[in-house]
């Protein structure tokens, strides 16, 4: 019995943890964030498109959530999709053409721009925004 108790306790603490570490992805032009899991609640802020978020838990249809800024919000599951993105970390970095820092530079971006993720090659990561905008990013500059 004490055994059944220990291995169900365990399972909860991986169940838990396995939610937790969820990511999920803004997948409309903005997302209002709000207070609470409801449209009554206040609006914290809004986000953009391929947003990234860490899920910490769900109330029905509405995600309880922390951004790349430890920042906790709630968002509508509409809003969101599992869809694989970044978002940057630091400022003016360099997107190239290629997976190297023998490539290209492309464009440059600030903190807080977000990006869906189109592949990996290594430790770069080829990136796309929401405007149509496309290059690799080193992972250290993005979460």
């Given at each position: 019995?004490?055994?059944?108790?220990?291995?169900?306790v365990l399972l909860l603490f991986v169940g838990v943890g396995a939610v937790s570490a969820q990511?999920?992805?803004?997948?409309?032009p903005t997302a209002n964030i709000?207070?609470?899991?409801?449209?009554?609640?206040?609006i914290l802020w809004k986000v953009e498109r391929h947003h990234p978020l860490e899920v910490i838990r769900k109330s029905?249809?509405?995600?309880?959530?922390?951004?790349?800024?430890?920042d906790k919000g709630?968002?509508?599951d509409n809003l969101v999709k599992k869809?694989?993105?970044?978002?940057?970390?630091?400022?003016?970095c360099n997107v190239r053409s290629g997976p190297g820092t023998d490539t290209d530079i492309v464009f440059t971006v600030e903190r807080g721009v977000p990006f869906?993720?189109?592949?990996?090659?290594?430790?770069?990561?080829?990136?796309q925004h929401?405007?149509?905008?496309?290059?690799w990013i080193h992972e250290m500059l993005i979460w």
């Open positions: 019995m004490v055994k059944h108790c220990l291995l169900s990511r999920i992805t803004v997948d409309v709000r207070s609470g899991p409801g449209t009554n609640y206040d029905g249809d509405w995600f309880y959530f922390q951004d790349f800024e430890g709630w968002v509508y869809m694989p993105s970044v978002i940057v970390v630091k400022d003016k869906k993720v189109l592949e990996r090659k290594g430790n770069w990561i080829h990136i929401a405007d149509g905008d496309k290059g």
